[in-house]
T-cell receptor, first 116, second 113 residues
């Protein structure tokens, strides 16, 4: 398995533009997480899904952020409109089912977003 | 919600010395405490974890201790090597799983020759 795959790896966009980040979780994992990493705030959980259903989106900073998981192998995080303070590394992670197995979040390589 | 504090933010040790990173958490109901290592430009990866029913866990050169009463847990790395240089994150979970992990702000460990 290639692990969690994110695209793009880097994104530079102008303020006000829409940004879409993509994630393919590890096959068979039924938990999917979106994290944001900044120097100031570290790793923050934005939202997570279980079996494609959003379970907790309390970490989503504003209505400008939205996430979807249309199927078990694909998720998107969208920012519209983007602002410079959204600049960060966005990580997607997945975790296998089952309480005893669901103890490790496998992270993707991340998308470095720069909003200018 | 849960709040996790981590100290120090940076740590420099000489090769062969030990390194200790400490974290405190706020919610006494948290029951799962993993540690992730993130090398420069790479993804975070789990290196060790501990559950609330255990006081200490060891895996070769790394160990984690948990004090539930004081609500703090620590990562200990012995005989440090240059490849241990990375950012280390502690985390706490209320669910006993990787769901709803609250991370600390990270410790940048530098192992010098």
């Amino acid at each position: 398995d290639a692990g969690v795959i994110q695209s793009p790896r880097h994104e530079v966009t102008e303020m006000g533009q829409e940004v879409t980040l993509r994630c393919k979780p590890i096959s068979g994992h039924d938990y999917l997480f979106w994290y944001r990493q900044t120097m100031m705030r570290g790793l923050e959980l934005l939202i997570y899904f279980n079996n494609n259903v959003p379970i907790d989106d309390s970490g989503m900073p504003e209505d400008r952020f939205s996430a979807k998981m249309p199927n078990a192998s694909f998720s998107t995080l969208k920012i519209q409109p983007s602002e410079p303070r959204d600049s960060a590394v966005y990580f997607c992670a997945s975790s296998p089912p089952g309480r005893l197995k669901n103890t490790e979040a496998f992270f993707g390589q991340g998308t470095r977003l720069t909003v200018v | 919600g849960e709040n996790v504090e981590q100290h120090p933010s940076t740590l420099s040790v000489q090769e062969g010395d030990s390194a200790v990173i400490k974290c405190t958490y706020s919610d006494s109901a948290s029951n799962y405490f993993p540690w992730y290592k993130q090398e420069l430009g790479k993804r975070p990866q789990l290196i060790i974890d501990i559950r609330s029913n255990v006081g200490e866990k060891k895996d070769q050169r790394i160990a984690v201790t948990l004090n539930k009463t004081a609500k703090h847990f620590s990562l200990h790395i012995t005989e440090t090597q240059p490849e241990d240089s990375a950012v280390y994150f502690c985390a706490a979970s209320l669910t006993g799983t990787a769901s709803k992990l609250t991370f600390g702000t990270g410790t940048r460990l530098q192992v010098t020759l």
